[in-house]
């Protein structure tokens, strides 16, 4: 049991990687601005940028974790997400990279299905029209 108690954290190479090029970036910027240095703030703007990508990329790799907690086996830095390569639901970097909540994925608890077309009051017409010409009278 750890000083936090016995949680998952999320402890993943991805997080750690993305948090210290974060950090170096953000450093960089920081120093960039009080010394005056416009390529050092293009060096800590692009570091930063690349925290998000790097994190994003070894995410989708595997080695990130999906949302929520993870069994106590899951828990080290390095084991690897076997289901990162079908994608995760309700994840935004799965969505963004096309994986995951999608048709075929289970939906969580809470999610609706949507009709794929709604039913018109008018045969033929969509409700918009119909509100249209109703209020022009």
Known sequence: MSAHGDVDLGHTLAGWTG??????????LGA?????LTWATLLGAALT???????????????GKPSGP?????WDWRVRDTAARGGHT?????RLAGRGGHAGH???????????????PVSGASPMSSMSS???R
Request: charged share 10%; net charge negative; proline share 5%.
């Open 49 to 63: 940028a690349a925290a998000a990508l790097v994190t994003w990329v070894l995410h989708l790799a595997g080695w």
């Open 32 to 36: 960039a601005m009080c010394l005056h």
């Open 134 to 136: 109703s209020s022009s």
């Open 106 to 120: 289970e939906r969580a608890a809470g999610d609706v299905a949507l009709p794929s077309s709604p039913s018109s």
């Open 90 to 94: 309700n994840c935004l970097g799965c």
């Open 19 to 28: 948090t210290a090029l974060a950090m170096l970036g953000s450093l960089t």
């Open 70 to 74: 993870r069994p106590a086996a899951e």
